[in-house]
């Protein structure tokens, strides 16, 4: 099956997008619109400046460069960069004081996140976790002949660890009545670095896959075997320019490749926004963290499509720099924020947090020093 969930926005895309929505700037705590009123001064508002540097997942490099176009529109003495390198070198580089903050497809662990463990921020201060980015993960696969694809989580695990080595195995076949499989070997596409994307997965089929998937969940490959590429777009570019090939990407950037339905025998469900958020919705957070950092604990085995990441910006609760602190604050203000989560969701598919979810999430960012 294929499937479209949005169409990606390039950064000039963006930038044409705010210009012409010129009352429709984003608004942040640290930078709203002037207005007029009987009691307000003549004074202009506050003006934000300086640059930002982050780094990490590459699930959510649309709508980073989404978010990254319309924020700099609207505050032009701001720039960020923003460098789609893995969640794991995101994670490496926000501690090391190479970003000022980071993007990750799984939070912080609480033994990670400890005060003097982060360079830039200040010598007593922790990180904070907030989620911004909830997509659905696609299995995506190419395959002579076949576009619709049913997979239990038994037969997926079975698949990635080279168990089932070729497509015409009877187990394929017996969730696919009425399609006629080659004689062709199974390509399993995985990540080579250390990617939150692999961790969510490898989460599911550990989870889901138990008894089947022997390994625990795990941001670096776990298994010999199969074949290695970087990045999600070095992923979907060996699936989608091989032959008997299967992988796993972000389901935004997963472009016209064919897309397996995954779930239950009789419950097949394909990626999509509304089942992400779903997915999300109905799990808890994770418990024995402070009260500004937000971890999501998702429910794998959850009604609908199973396999969703959760991607967080990571931040120092009180910066070195003080003027780091409120351009962060400002930038994931906006991100978070409806309009951002909208802009998120019209370019890269993404499903917005829910309200509730928001809520939590902007007062979290609020508390950036």
Not at 133 to 162: H, M, Q, W
Not at 256 to 269: D, L, M, N, V, W
Request: glycine residues 10%; hydrophobic residues 40%; negative net charge.
């Amino acid at each position: 099956m294929k499937i479209r969930l949005t169409a990606a926005l390039g950064i000039s895309a963006a930038l044409l997008l705010s210009a012409c929505a010129a009352n429709e700037v984003p608004t942040t705590p640290e930078t709203k619109p002037e207005t007029s009123t009987s009691s307000s001064s003549d004074a202009p508002a506050a003006t934000l400046e300086g640059t930002l540097s982050g780094k990490g997942a590459s699930s959510a490099k649309v709508a980073q460069e989404t978010w990254i176009a319309q924020f700099q529109t609207a505050n032009t003495g701001v720039t960020i960069n923003y460098s789609p390198d893995g969640s794991g070198a995101g994670r490496e580089a926000f501690m090391g004081g190479g970003a000022d903050f980071a993007g990750s497809d799984r939070a912080l662990k609480v033994d990670e996140n400890k005060a003097g463990a982060f360079q830039g921020c200040a010598a007593e201060s922790s990180a904070i976790d907030v989620p911004i980015y909830i997509s659905p993960i696609a299995i995506i696969f190419k395959l002579d002949g076949v576009t619709e694809l049913n997979l239990t989580p038994d037969v997926l695990a079975k698949i990635f660890r080279g168990d089932i080595k070729n497509w015409n195995d009877p187990a394929i076949a017996a969730l696919n009545q009425g399609v006629t499989f080659p004689d062709q070997a199974i390509t399993a596409v995985h990540r080579s670095d250390e990617s939150g994307t692999t961790e969510n997965f490898t989460d599911y089929l550990h989870v889901a896959a138990e008894g089947v998937w022997t390994d625990g969940a795990s941001g670096e490959w776990p298994v010999k075997g199969g074949e290695a590429a970087k990045g999600t777009s070095g992923v979907v570019a060996a699936v989608t320019g091989g032959q008997g090939t299967i992988g796993y990407a972000d389901a935004s950037q997963a472009g016209q490749a064919s897309i397996a339905k995954i779930g239950p025998e009789g419950k097949f469900e394909a990626p999509s926004e509304e089942a992400a958020a779903a997915a999300v919705e109905n799990s808890p957070l994770e418990e024995g963290r402070e009260a500004n950092d937000i971890a999501v604990k998702l429910d794998r085995k959850a009604e609908g499509y199973p396999i969703v990441l959760v991607s967080y910006g990571i931040a120092c609760a009180e910066y070195k720099d003080p003027a780091k602190g409120a351009l962060v604050k400002a930038y994931l203000s906006y991100v978070a924020s409806e309009e951002g989560q909208k802009a998120a969701a019209d370019s890269a598919g993404s499903a917005p947090l829910s309200a509730t979810l928001r809520e939590k999430v902007t007062a979290a960012i609020a508390t950036i020093k």
